[in-house]
C-alpha cells in the first residue's frame, strides 16, 4: 500500500507557474509507475503525463506538451510536476497516481493508488 499526499496548487495568472509536488509513503516508491491527472469541473478526468519507475521515460498528453515537466526523486519518495505558461483552461484538481504495472500510462484504470488531489486555478 502507498499513500500519496499531493501540495503546491493553487491561484495563478495566465502565463504564470506553478509545481505541485507529490510525496508517498508506504511501500517503495521506486517500484511505482508514476502518472499525474486532471479534472475540470463537469469533464472526465483527464491524462496529463506519466513517468517511469526509475524516470527515465516519460508521457505528456499534447495539450500540456512543452509547458509541463515532470520528474520524480526516489530518494525523497516525491514526484513533481512543473507548471509553465499555465492557462485558464489548465484549471482543474490535479492528482497524482501510482502504478505497479503500467502498459498505458493515460489509462487511469492502470493506476493502483491515487492522492486526493490539488485544485489549481489560472486566471485570465
Known amino acids: 500500500q502507498v499513500q500519496l499526499v499531493e501540495s503546491g496548487g493553487g491561484l495563478v495568472q495566465a502565463g504564470g507557474s506553478l509545481r505541485l509536488s507529490c510525496a508517498a509513503s508506504?511501500?517503495?516508491?521506486?517500484?511505482?509507475?508514476m502518472g499525474w491527472f486532471r479534472q475540470a469541473p463537469g469533464k472526465e478526468r483527464e491524462f496529463v503525463v506519466g513517468i517511469s519507475r526509475g524516470g527515465g521515460s516519460t508521457y505528456y498528453a499534447d495539450t500540456v506538451k512543452g509547458r509541463f515537466t515532470i520528474s520524480r526523486d526516489n530518494a525523497k519518495n516525491t514526484v513533481y510536476l512543473q507548471m509553465n505558461s499555465l492557462k485558464p483552461e489548465d484549471t482543474a484538481v490535479y492528482y497524482c497516481?501510482?502504478?505497479?504495472?503500467?502498459?498505458?500510462?493515460?489509462?487511469?484504470?492502470?493506476?493502483?493508488?491515487w492522492g486526493q488531489g490539488t485544485q489549481v486555478t489560472v486566471s485570465s
Open positions: 497516481a501510482a502504478s505497479t504495472v503500467v502498459a498505458e500510462f493515460s489509462d487511469p484504470y492502470e493506476y493502483d493508488y
Open positions: 508506504g511501500r517503495t516508491f521506486s517500484s511505482y509507475a
